[in-house]
C-alpha cells in the first residue's frame, strides 16, 4: 500500500508525494488549503506521486487554478505521462464555476410558497373527498362495477387481519378502566356501578376511537405506501394509459371495505372491552358475571351502543380517504413515501378525534 | 489481452436456483485486468443474475466467486466492506437515489468513504457527470426529472465517484439514442484507457460489443455457449452461437465494423 497523499511547500515549491487517489487525498486536500504562498512563480513538484486517478488530479489542477487567479503563474513539474493524461481529460470538459445546485429561496419567499402549498393542500383534499365522493355514487348505480374480489381481499387484510390486535387492547383497555374506576368506586361502596362505567366508556367513546386508532395506523399506513409506491413506479400512470381510473381500482374499494370493516370491528372491540371490564370486576369486586350483565343491562341503552358503532363508518371513511390521498400526493422518492404515510397516520388520527369531539358536542346538544 | 495477464473475477462451477427454477447450472468464467468483458444472452438468460453474484448481492446455489484475489462466498458483509469500495457497479435501470440532486447522488460514494471537504465533494462528482456528458446544469436535477438516458449516465457517473479498479454495467448502452450510445462506448474505452478499469458489462448492442468489448461470454441454455473475441464467435459454426450472431442487426454492425477496420 502506498503512503497516503501528502504536500508541503518550501518556498515557491510544493511538494506531492504519496497516494492521491479518491480515498488517500483527505489530508493533502487539507495541506494544500493551509499553504502560505511565497511571492513569485510557484512550481508544482509531483514526481512523487505514487498513485493518482481522476479525484487527485482534480485536486492538483483546481488547486493550481485557484492559485492563478491569484495572478500567480503555476507550473507543473515532474508529471508524468499518466497524470497529463488525466489533466487532458479534466481540461476537455471545460469546467468553470462552481457546480450547480438546486435554487435556494429567501425567508420570505418560502413563507409564501409554504403558506401558498398549505392553501392548495386544503383544495386538493376537498376537491379529492368530492371526486371520491361522485366515483362512489356512480359506483353505487352500477355495483357490478365495483372491483368485488378486490373489496374482499381488502376487508379480509383490514377487517379480519386486525382482530387479534384489535382485541386484545380492548380487552386491557377495559381491565384498566374497571380498575382505575373500582378503587375509587369501591370507597364509596359504589362497586355496582363498576358496570355502568365500563359499559357507557366502553360502548360510546373508547372501543370506536381505540378501534379507528389502531386501523388508521395499520391500514390507513398501508393504503398510502401501497398507492405511493405504485406512484414512483409508474404504475399509477400506467393505469390511467389503460383508461382505468385509480380511483376506481385502488381507492374505492379500500374505502368500502374499511367502511363495512370498521363498525364490525367497534363491536368486538365493544364485547372484549366489557370482557375486560366483568374479569377485572369478578377479580377485585368479586363481582360476578350474571350481577354484572344483570347492571349492564339496567345502565347500558340501546342507543348507547349505537352512537359509539354509528361513528364509525365516518371514522373509516376518513381513514381510508386521507390514507389513499397522501398515497397519491407521493412525488418520485422513496423518502416521500415515507413522508406521506407518516402525515397520513399523523392526520388521519387527528381528523378522527377532532370528529369524535365534534359528535360529542352535537350528541349532548340533542341530548342522545 | 495478455493471457497471463492478472485474474480479477472469477466463478467457478457457479449454479444458481430460484426455488425451482434453475437459471445458471456450471458457470465458470474469468475476468482479466484491464479487459472489457461483455456478457450477452436471450432475455432472462441470467446476466443481470450473474453480474449480481459478480457484486456480492447474490449468494450462488453453489460454486464459487472470487472478486480481486477474495472467495466472496465465504466472506461475511464485514469483510466484503473494502472490496465493495473498490468495484463501481451501473445498475439496469440506475438506481439513483430519489431524495438527492443528481449531484449529490454522484458525491455518495465520496461523501461516505472519504473526509475530504464537502466542495471537492461537489467538484469531484460535477468532473464525473461531465464526464459522462451530461450537461453542467444537469447536477441540480432531481432523479425523476431526468430521461432515461440522463439516468443512465448520471448512474454510470456515481459508479465512477471512487475511480474504482472494477467496473460492472449492466445494458449501459440501452435506452440511448444511437448518438450518444456511441458516445458511451468512446467513453468506456476512454475510461479503460486512462484509469485502468477494468469493465464487465451486460449489453444486447452489437455494435459496442465489436467496439469495445475485448471478450464476449454468451450465456443460453442456464451455461456459457461460448466465449471469445467478437471475430472468434461471429464466425463460429455451433449453432446457438451461429444464431445470435447472424441475425440481420449482428450483420449489419459486423459489416460496419469490418469497413471501419480496412479503411
Ligand atoms: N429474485 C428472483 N426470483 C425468482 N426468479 C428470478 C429472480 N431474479 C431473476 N429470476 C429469474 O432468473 C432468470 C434470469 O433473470 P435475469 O434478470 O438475470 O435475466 P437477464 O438475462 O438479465 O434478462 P434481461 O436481458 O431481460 O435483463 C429469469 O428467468 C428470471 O425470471
Ligand atoms: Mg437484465
Known amino acids: 500500500m502506498a503512503r497516503p497523499a501528502k504536500a508541503h511547500a518550501d518556498g515557491g515549491l510544493v511538494f506531492c508525494d504519496?497516494?492521491?487517489?479518491a480515498l488517500h487525498v483527505a489530508t493533502a486536500e487539507r495541506q494544500l488549503k493551509s499553504i502560505r504562498l511565497a511571492p513569485g512563480e510557484i512550481k508544482i513538484d509531483v514526481s512523487g506521486v505514487e498513485r493518482i486517478d481522476s479525484s487527485g488530479a482534480w485536486l492538483l489542477s483546481r488547486t493550481a487554478r485557484q492559485w492563478r487567479s491569484k495572478a500567480r503563474t503555476v507550473d507543473f513539474v515532474g508529471t508524468s505521462e499518466h497524470i497529463r493524461q488525466l489533466f487532458r481529460l479534466i481540461a476537455e470538459q471545460g469546467i468553470e464555476g462552481e457546480p450547480p445546485r438546486p435554487a435556494t429561496h429567501g425567508f420570505l419567499e418560502n413563507l409564501g410558497r409554504d403558506s401558498l402549498n398549505a392553501a392548495t393542500e386544503q383544495l386538493a383534499f376537498l376537491s379529492f373527498?368530492?371526486?371520491?365522493?361522485?366515483?362512489?355514487?356512480?359506483?353505487?348505480?352500477?355495483p357490478a362495477r365495483l372491483r368485488w374480489s378486490q373489496v374482499v381481499t381488502d376487508a379480509e387484510e383490514s377487517g379480519f387481519d386486525a382482530l387479534p390486535i384489535v382485541g386484545l387492547l380492548a380487552f386491557l383497555i377495559g381491565v384498566v378502566i374497571a380498575y382505575q374506576g373500582g378503587v375509587v368506586l369501591i370507597q364509596y361502596g359504589a362497586g355496582i356501578f363498576i358496570a355502568d362505567l365500563v359499559g357507557l366508556a366502553m360502548l360510546r367513546e373508547l372501543a370506536p376511537l381505540i378501534t379507528a386508532i389502531i386501523v388508521a395506523g395499520r391500514t390507513g399506513s398501508a393504503y398510502t405506501a401501497q398507492i405511493g409506491t405504485m406512484m414512483v413506479t409508474e404504475e399509477v400512470d400506467a393505469l390511467r394509459t389503460m383508461g382505468i381510473t385509480p380511483i376506481d381500482l385502488l381507492v374505492l374499494p379500500k374505502l368500502f371495505a374499511l367502511v363495512v370493516m370498521l363498525p364490525l370491528l367497534t363491536v368486538f372491540a365493544d364485547l372484549m372491552g366489557l370482557l375486560g371490564g366483568m374479569a377485572m370486576a369478578s377479580s377485585m369486586l368479586d363481582m360476578s358475571f350474571q350481577n354484572f350483565v344483570d347492571r349492564l343491562g339496567q345502565s347500558v341503552r340501546l342507543q348507547d351502543f349505537l352512537v359509539g358503532v354509528g361513528k364509525a363508518p365516518v371514522f373509516a371513511a376518513i381513514i381510508a380517504s386521507v390514507g389513499c390521498y397522501q398515497g397519491f400526493r407521493v412525488t418520485g422518492s422513496a423518502e416521500s413515501v415515507g413522508k406521506q404515510t407518516t402525515l397520513s397516520v399523523v392526520q388521519s388520527i387527528f381528523l378522527v378525534i377532532v370528529v369524535d369531539a365534534v359528535f360529542s358536542i352535537v350528541f349532548s346538544a340533542l341530548d342522545i | 489481452m495478455a493471457e497471463n495477464a492478472e485474474i480479477v473475477v472469477e466463478l467457478r462451477d457457479v449454479v444458481t436456483r430460484f426455488d425451482e427454477k434453475l437459471v445458471h447450472d456450471g458457470i465458470s468464467l474469468q475476468v482479466r485486468r484491464g479487459e472489457v468483458l461483455a456478457v450477452v444472452g436471450g432475455s432472462g438468460s441470467g446476466k443481470s443474475t450473474l453480474l449480481r453474484e459478480m457484486v456480492m448481492l447474490l449468494q450462488p446455489t453453489a460454486g464459487s466467486v472470487t472478486v480481486l484475489g477474495r472467495d466472496v462466498t465465504a466472506a461475511s458483509e464485514i469483510e466484503l466492506l473494502p472490496l465493495r469500495r473498490r468495484l463501481g457497479v451501473m445498475f439496469q435501470d440506475g438506481a439513483l437515489f430519489g431524495g438527492q440532486t443528481v449531484l449529490e447522488n454522484t458525491g455518495v460514494p465520496l461523501r461516505e468513504h472519504t473526509e475530504l471537504s464537502g466542495d471537492l465533494i461537489d467538484e469531484i462528482a460535477q468532473l464525473k457527470l461531465l464526464l459522462t456528458g451530461l450537461e453542467p446544469s444537469v447536477g441540480a436535477l432531481w432523479p425523476n426529472q431526468l430521461s432515461g438516458g440522463m439516468r443512465k449516465r448520471a448512474a454510470l457517473a456515481r459508479a465512477l465517484a471512487l475511480d474504482p479498479e472494477l467496473l460492472f454495467l449492466d445494458e449501459p448502452s440501452s435506452g440511448l439514442d444511437p448518438i450518444s450510445a456511441d458516445g458511451l462506448?468512446?467513453?468506456?474505452?476512454?475510461?479503460?484507457?486512462?484509469?485502468?478499469?477494468?469493465?464487465?458489462?451486460?449489453?444486447?448492442?452489437?455494435?459496442?460489443?465489436?467496439?469495445?468489448?475485448?471478450?464476449?461470454?454468451?450465456?443460453?441454455?442456464?451455461?456459457?455457449?461460448?466465449?471469445?473475441?467478437?471475430?472468434?464467435?461471429?464466425?463460429?459454426?455451433?449453432?446457438?452461437?451461429?444464431?445470435?450472431?447472424?441475425?440481420?442487426?449482428?450483420?449489419?454492425?459486423?459489416?460496419?465494423?469490418?469497413?471501419?477496420?480496412?479503411?
Not at chain 1, 373527498?129 to 352500477?142: A, D, E, V
Not at chain 2, 461460448?226 to 447472424?246: C, D, H, N, Q, Y
Open chain 2, 185 to 263: 462506448d468512446d467513453l468506456i474505452l476512454q475510461l479503460k484507457e486512462l484509469l485502468g478499469l477494468t469493465i464487465v458489462m451486460v449489453t444486447h448492442d452489437m455494435d459496442s460489443l465489436w467496439r469495445v468489448a475485448d471478450r464476449v461470454v454468451l450465456l443460453g441454455d442456464k451455461r456459457i455457449l461460448g466465449a471469445g473475441t467478437m471475430t472468434e464467435l461471429s464466425r463460429s459454426v455451433t449453432p446457438g452461437i451461429g444464431k445470435f450472431f447472424s441475425g440481420p442487426r449482428a450483420r449489419v454492425a459486423a459489416r460496419e465494423h469490418n469497413q471501419g477496420a480496412s479503411l
Open chain 1, 18 to 21: 504519496g497516494d492521491w487517489s
Open chain 1, 129 to 142: 373527498i368530492g371526486n371520491i365522493t361522485f366515483s362512489s355514487l356512480r359506483i353505487l348505480l352500477t
